[in-house]
């Protein structure tokens, strides 16, 4: 799947996959993370997403990297927040209010721009990617972020074939063979979630089970 592919999702505004309300299961496991006000959190391939509203709100700093200018420009308009932009070697960064958000290429992302997060956020990457290029996410993933940093990871699952992704169908035995070289994994949930995706209803899922993982870097 090549960067061409999200751009031209952008500007076709293909973004069914954009949610315009904040995830519950971000609002109900959260706080499990144990994170204080004012600690950095990373959300990668962040699109346009209100849950680093929702992230901020909580007293957070938000750094996010997104492919698309389109998808940056719109969070910021949306938010209400004229950034200002910078150049920082490939990606150009975006800032204003408590968010700082790298337009470039996730897997040339480099560790000093989280080298003080506490968390990161996962609602929308792991899915975004194809079966081919979910490793080098997880260890790249893996690699930037600090020891003690921890992860809230969302992923679903859905009988394989019913749509072409993304979202992507990750099952759990996935998640567990993609990031247990790297992370220890609870599962906070695992729960049918057809009936709060439209979207994928309409494109012909017939079974939905959304699964919220928390996981912790291993030293």
């Given at each position: 799947m090549e960067s061409d592919f999200w751009h031209e999702r952008w500007q076709r505004g293909e973004i069914g996959f954009h949610q315009p309300h904040i995830h519950d299961q971000l609002q109900r496991f959260w706080p499990?993370?144990?994170?204080g006000a004012g600690s950095s959190v990373f959300v990668p391939l962040s699109g346009k997403s209100?849950?680093?509203?929702?992230?901020?709100?909580?007293?957070?700093?938000?750094?996010?990297?997104?492919?698309?200018?389109?998808?940056?420009?719109?969070?910021?308009e949306e938010a209400g927040i004229a950034p200002q932009r910078q150049q920082a070697g490939a990606p150009e960064v975006w800032s204003g209010g408590p968010y700082t958000i790298y337009c470039g290429d996730f897997f040339k992302f480099e560790a000093d721009a989280v080298a003080d997060v506490s968390a990161a956020y996962d609602r929308a990457a792991l899915i975004a990617l194809p079966p081919d290029m979910r490793p080098g996410y997880v260890t790249h993933l893996a690699s930037i972020l600090p020891r003690a940093a921890k992860v809230l990871l969302i992923a679903l699952d859905y009988p394989e074939g019913e749509i072409a992704g993304p979202p992507f169908a990750v099952a759990s035995d996935e998640v567990t063979r993609l990031c247990a070289p790297a992370f220890d994994i609870d599962i906070l949930e695992a729960r049918d979630g057809l009936a709060a995706s439209?979207?994928?209803?309409?494109?012909?899922?017939?079974?939905?089970?959304?699964?919220?993982?928390l996981l912790r870097r291993r030293a």
């Open positions: 499990a993370l144990g994170l209100r849950d680093m509203v929702w992230l901020a709100e909580r007293g957070h700093k938000v750094i996010g990297v997104e492919l698309s200018e389109l998808a940056v420009a719109a969070f910021f439209e979207n994928l209803r309409k494109r012909g899922v017939t079974r939905l089970v959304e699964t919220a993982y």
